[in-house]
C-alpha cells in the first residue's frame, strides 16, 4: 500500500498563490507518473498536472503559465505551485500517484484531497 498525504490548501485572494504538497509514504517500489486533479461543486475530476519520473510535465490548458508542477524522486513528493489563482480554481485538489512493482503490476493511489478556494 501507498499512502499519499496532501497539504498547502487554503482561502486565497483571485490573484494570489498558494503552493500544494504531496508525500508518498509505505510500499513505495517505484513510483512513475504523480499528478494533480481537482474537483469543483458539480463537476468532474479534471487532470491539472503531471510528473512522470523522467520529468515530462503535462499540464490543463486552464493552468498553463499559471501553474508549475516539480517534483522530488528522492523524497516521494510532488508540488504544485499555483500562481495568478482565479475564483475558477476552486476546488478540492487530489494527489495521484502510479506505482510500479517489481513483479511488474500498476497501482494508483490517491490522497484524501486538499481545499482551495479563491475568493475575496
Known amino acids: 500500500q501507498v499512502q499519499l498525504v496532501e497539504s498547502g490548501g487554503g482561502l486565497v485572494q483571485p490573484g494570489g498563490s498558494l503552493r500544494l504538497s504531496c508525500a508518498a509514504s509505505?510500499?513505495?517500489?517505484?513510483?512513475?507518473?504523480m499528478a494533480w486533479y481537482r474537483q469543483a461543486p458539480g463537476k468532474q475530476r479534471e487532470l491539472v498536472a503531471s510528473?512522470?519520473?523522467?520529468?515530462?510535465?503535462e499540464y490543463a490548458d486552464s493552468v498553463k503559465g499559471r501553474f508549475t508542477i516539480s517534483r522530488d524522486n528522492a523524497k516521494n513528493t510532488v508540488y504544485l505551485q499555483m500562481n495568478s489563482l482565479k475564483s475558477e480554481d476552486t476546488a478540492v485538489y487530489y494527489c495521484?500517484?502510479?506505482?510500479?512493482?517489481?513483479?511488474?503490476?500498476?497501482?494508483?493511489?490517491w490522497g484524501q484531497g486538499t481545499q482551495v478556494t479563491v475568493s475575496s
Open positions: 509505505g510500499s513505495i517500489f517505484i513510483i512513475n507518473t
Open positions: 495521484n500517484a502510479d506505482r510500479h512493482t517489481p513483479w511488474d503490476t500498476t497501482t494508483t493511489y
Open positions: 510528473h512522470t519520473r523522467g520529468s515530462v510535465r
